[in-house]
């Protein structure tokens, strides 16, 4: 179930709004934590006990790793942290790397090791790096232990991030998850940012994937370089809209339910430099390597060597945790290097160059980033990247290019427009200009919102084509 589905829209999130709001305060987290087994049940109800042991993992980890501080037995709480953190990470690595581990033996060896087969139970990334984080953030001191199985399942399963996150630490909800109290107004603003991100899945993201499967389902011998730079523009701003919209919807779910989940996206692609792309880009994902891997390891703090060192391991796990296949760890590398090269080599000169110039260079780095990111494997990647460079004589465009074009003229402009500030700024400057007349801004809005709601479901019930790309991750 996918929150820009007419199932979700028009029953799963009635229902259990309805059951939330009826029942005592008290009772709150045990209908978000049935209903969000029933949202993940939907798809995977063979995964329902894989993610039942991961909750019972961590949720014991917690309690013996708490026991052993307060008995001043550190050393047996660091042995508890462990074990808990390698048991959670045993279930990602069989039910994820598995098969990717498999076929790399076969490959260097000749072996012929049958397969397993296994399906990647959806979001079983995110959840588990959230598990991971509460055990450590207790370890640390961090967080309170959470004794009530209700609530931290709810943490676990709370279906608006279980899927495709933001990543949710332990330590930013343990308040909220003890007690929390839901207002009209937290409520009113949750849906603002639940339909501002339907909106953009509906009608921006879709329409962009569908141009992107358009072009990669050409033969790529034959794609000509500017088709195939408006192949990977089209997917560079599918990602975007998809992604930070799901992570607009899940935040304003959030809200609905009395809790405030940290941004995950902030215009990423108005960046000038790769650091600066990955402050902004799933943020929460950079904050968990960044608390959990990054400084553990002594961060900047170490020699430069140790430093370097450290950033290619933080990469290569980022790159791994994407996908268990090699893009994916060549593009975690490919950022690893990015970010050493501009932080040793280029950073200074780079700094120096107007605005726009910068722009452009990281936009480029980015985009040439996604190339190795949209395909299934490497190989795939390298003949794609041939084709963006005209490798294989198609020359530098055709018919087909100049129609493209043309026929999505309008719709590259909407998602330039939407993936700056531009949209937030004509709010900002029309909040200002009817400051003094509240009853024209509240009809405003409320116009809006129900175009965008109106359009948004008659796109739903018009296409077919409705994917969550971090549904694979």
């Known amino acids: 179930m996918v929150f820009s589905s007419l199932l979700f829209l028009f029953r799963f999130l009635p229902a259990i709004l309805l059951c939330y709001y009826i029942v005592p ?21 063979v995964y329902i006990l894989l993610m039942t042991v991961s909750i019972g993992i961590s949720y014991a980890g917690g309690i013996l790793v708490d026991r052993m501080k307060c008995a001043g037995r550190q050393k047996a709480a660091r042995n508890a942290l462990i074990v808990s953190l390698a048991a959670s990470l045993s279930l990602l690595a069989f039910f994820k790397y598995a098969d990717f581990a498999i076929g790399t033996v076969n490959a260097l060896t000749g072996a012929d090791f049958s397969l397993l087969g296994l399906a990647l139970p959806i ?26 199985v209700i609530s931290f399942g709810t ?20 308040a909220q998850l003890r007690g929390r109290k839901e207002t009209p107004e ?69 809200h609905m339910f009395g809790f405030q989940f940290k941004e995950n996206f902030n215009y990423p692609y108005l960046s000038k430099s ?106 795939q990647s390298l003949e794609y990247f041939r084709a963006l460079f005209g490798g294989f004589g198609a020359g530098l465009l055709d018919a087909q290019t100049i129609y493209l074009l043309l026929n999505n003229a309008v ?14 700024k004509l709010g900002e400057a029309f909040c200002a200009r009817f400051a003094d007349r509240n009853g024209c801004m ?16 008659a796109r739903l019930v018009d296409a077919s084509y409705n994917p969550f790309l971090y549904f694979r991750f």
């Open 155 to 174: 943490y676990v399963v709370m279906f608006p991030q279980l899927i495709a996150g933001p990543i949710v630490q332990y330590k930013t909800v343990d």
């Open 274 to 379: 790769i650091t600066e792309f990955w402050r902004r880009w799933h943020i929460s994902l950079s904050t968990w390597f960044r608390e959990y891997v990054y400084i553990p390891l002594g961060g900047n703090r170490v020699k430069t060597g140790r430093h370097i060192l450290n950033l290619l391991i933080v990469w290569f796990l980022t790159g791994f945790w994407h996908g268990a296949s090699w893009n994916f760890v060549a593009w975690g590398l490919y950022y690893g290097v990015l970010l050493v090269i501009e932080k040793y080599v280029t950073g200074k000169y780079v700094e120096k160059l107007p605005g726009v110039l910068r722009h452009i260079y990281c936009m480029l780095l980015v985009m040439l980033g996604w190339n190795l990111f949209m395909f299934g494997d490497l190989s």
């Open 123 to 148: 979001g079983i990334s995110f959840y588990t790096f959230q598990t991971m984080s509460y055990t450590i953030d207790v370890y640390r001191g961090e967080a309170g232990v959470q004794k009530n």
């Open 442 to 457: 509240v009809a405003a809005r409320g116009i809006l919102y129900t175009v965008i709601f109106l359009l948004s479901v």
């Open 186 to 254: 937290e409520f009113a603003l949750g849906v603002h940012r639940f339909l501002i991100g339907l909106g953009k899945k509906a009608l921006l993201a879709n329409n962009a994937g569908e141009l992107w499967d358009t072009i990669s389902a050409m033969t790529v011998s034959e794609v000509p370089a500017l088709t195939a730079w408006l192949g990977l523009l089209a997917y560079t701003l599918q990602i975007y809209f998809d992604f930070s919209a799901y992570s607009d919807m899940a935040i304003g779910l959030g």
């Open 25 to 45: 305060c008290r009772f709150r987290n045990l209908v978000l934590f049935l209903f969000s087994l029933l949202f993940y049940a939907w798809g995977e109800p």
């Open 411 to 424: 719709l590259l402009i909407l998602l330039f427009l939407g993936s700056t500030e531009v949209p937030k």
